[in-house]
């Protein structure tokens, strides 16, 4: 695995948001690619930022 910076930051990686109107291709992938980086970091001890938009009523 590539080597990691300071901080992971995960950005809306939602159902609502992957899924939706325009899903995104190959997701599975990227969930498990997504959640390799997030236990790498995590075994590493280094920071993780989650951002989660939320739908404006």
């Known amino acids: ?3 990691l910076a300071d901080c992971l ?8 948001d992957c ?6 291709a ?7 690619g997504v959640n390799a980086r997030i236990n ?6 280094q920071p993780i930022i989650f951002v989660q938009q939320m739908m404006q009523l």
């Open 9 to 16: 930051l995960v950005i809306n990686l939602q159902n609502r």
């Open 40 to 45: 790498a970091y995590r075994t590493d001890k």
């Open 26 to 32: 190959h997701l599975d992938q990227l969930v498990k």
């Open 1 to 3: 695995m590539p080597s």
């Open 19 to 24: 899924k939706g109107e325009r899903p995104v």
